[in-house]
């Protein structure tokens, strides 16, 4: 069975991955904690498509046990093929570290040159020991 797992929110991290129908959920939830670093935590599953009525909350059954051996078949001799969406909530932490905004290195050299462009004299001028010191 053909599995393509894809997230609600963004579509960075999709995947297809093929399956033995034998399978149970909680090894797809393993397979998407893992593409995420473990950083992940809340991981929701559904099947077919994001409602309630689909959300698939037993770990321990199989892919069959769900409903998916049925799932649309693709042209004839291959596997089934279905779709799982999931939800997580990102990784939450204290530490300061991870909490602040990551640095941008062009956005700081801009704002360097700008800032130089802004001190520097206009071109073709002369500068008089007294404008330079206003400069600095």
């Not at 997230?7 to 297809?16: A, E, I, K, N």
């Amino acid at each position: 069975m053909v599995v393509h797992v894809r997230g609600v929110t963004w579509q960075f991290l999709d995947f297809t991955q093929r399956l033995p129908v034998t399978d149970n959920i909680a090894s797809i939830m393993h397979l998407i904690t893992t593409r995420h670093g473990g950083s992940i935590t809340g991981l929701t599953l559904y099947k077919d498509e994001v409602h309630p009525r689909n959300l698939l909350s037993e770990p321990r059954k199989t892919l069959d046990a769900v409903g998916f051996a049925t799932g649309t078949a693709a042209p004839t001799g291959s596997d089934p093929e279905v779709v799982i969406y999931y939800d997580l909530a990102p990784h939450s932490t204290d530490c300061p570290l991870l909490l602040c905004a990551p640095l941008d290195n062009k956005i700081e050299a801009r704002h360097a040159a700008e800032k130089e462009k802004a001190h520097a004299p206009a071109r073709g001028s002369v500068v008089t020991p007294s404008k330079a010191r206003l400069h600095q």
